[in-house]
């Protein structure tokens, strides 16, 4: 999942469910998922700043709202990437990954799943 806008709202409709669809909800919702993808955060961690790209103003625009959502103020990790992204005008895309070779991506999914780096 990437580490922008749209990747942390598809993983809340995943996880929270979608607004869209208030019939189903209940069933729709997935309230013990959680994210194991590339995370702004992660960028200083496992030397990926240079891979995380400028957020434009109409993004930065989506994640102000986003951020007003009840849902998203209760969340306390996604809130944080969020307001990460916010302050730096930064994101980054899943292939950053791509950037440390073969084994350092193991080193970095065995990383995460060790010390619970995700949302």
Request: aromatic letters at 10%; hydrophobic letters at 40%.
């Amino acid at each position: 999942m990437d580490g922008d806008y749209a990747g942390l709202l598809i993983f809340s409709v995943y996880k929270y469910r979608s607004s869209n669809l208030i019939f189903d909800n209940d069933r729709l919702a997935t309230p013990d998922m959680m994210l194991l993808g590339v995370l702004l955060s992660d960028l200083g961690l496992y030397k990926l700043k240079k891979y995380s790209e400028m957020i434009r103003k109409p993004e930065l625009n989506k994640i102000g709202s986003f951020l007003k959502k009840k849902f998203v103020k209760e969340d306390k990790a996604l809130s944080q990437e969020l307001k990460l992204m916010k302050t730096n005008k930064r994101k980054v895309k899943i292939e950053a990954l791509d950037g440390l070779g073969s084994d350092p991506l193991v080193h970095y999914l065995k990383d995460k799943i060790a010390t619970s780096k995700w949302i």
